[in-house]
């Protein structure tokens, strides 16, 4: 490579790993889990928020037939970039009923900053809530829908975010009646730069 090339593009790189370097340095914290890293136990309800202004970025969980059918549940957070500014409120949206399909996004353009369950030995499943938090009045964009995560019932699941500016604002679930276990789809969206007058998208 010619060397004035190379000090050309060092210093944009030294930027952009100052201004995303602490995302690689999280994600390898959280990859490096243990039995301990777990938010609960197998039959257990749990509730996890992200410290304040930070978002959920990564979800990992693996499933047990042996203990009700159930998962355990670990989470990472990262910090939203200072142009979306500090969360005005925080709220803990309605709950999503155990043994059913369900489709729900963070209501008044709020991005997911944790997650509350409980689970019910009576269908072998779980009920979920968001924990959501808003920023100013900013919207979102450019939405669209993960894969599934696992992709077989029972399988392990491990979904990071890997794009910096995309933020999870909600989930679809499929429960099948047969394996016990959901399978989850993350709604993912850009937040405007700049503040929008609608309430919610």
């Known amino acids: ?3 004035t090339l190379l000090w050309v593009l060092l210093p944009l790189v030294t930027v952009a790993w100052g201004q995303y370097g602490d995302y690689g340095y999280s994600y390898q914290q959280y990859h490096d889990y243990s039995d301990d890293g777990w938010v609960n136990l197998h039959r257990q309800g749990f509730s996890y928020q992200c410290p304040h202004g930070q978002v959920v ?4 969980s693996t499933f047990n037939k042996k203990e009700g059918s159930d998962r355990q549940w670990n989470y990472a957070c990262m ?5 979306l500014g500090e969360p005005t409120e925080c709220w803990w949206e ?4 155990a043994g059913m399909e369900w489709y729900q996004t ?4 709020g991005l997911v900053a944790g997650f509350q369950s409980r689970y019910f030995e009576s269908v072998l499943d779980r009920e979920w809530q968001f924990y959501c938090c808003r920023y100013s009045k900013r919207c979102p964009y450019s939405c669209w829908l993960t ?3 696992p992709g077989h019932y029972g399988e392990e699941m491990d979904m990071i975010s890997y794009n910096y500016d995309h933020y999870m604002r909600g989930a679809a679930t499929t429960f ?3 394996e016990r276990d959901r399978q989850w789809k993350f709604i993912m969206c850009r937040m405007t730069d700049y503040d929008c007058e609608f309430a919610s998208v």
Do not use: F, G, K
């Not at 963070?106 to 353009?109: F, R, V």
């Open 1 to 3: 490579m010619d060397l």
């Open 57 to 60: 970025v990564a979800v990992r």
């Open 79 to 83: 910090p939203t970039p200072q142009s």
């Open 94 to 97: 309605e709950i999503n009923r």
């Open 106 to 109: 963070c209501s008044n353009n």
């Open 147 to 149: 894969t599934e995560y």
């Open 176 to 178: 099948s009646a047969v």
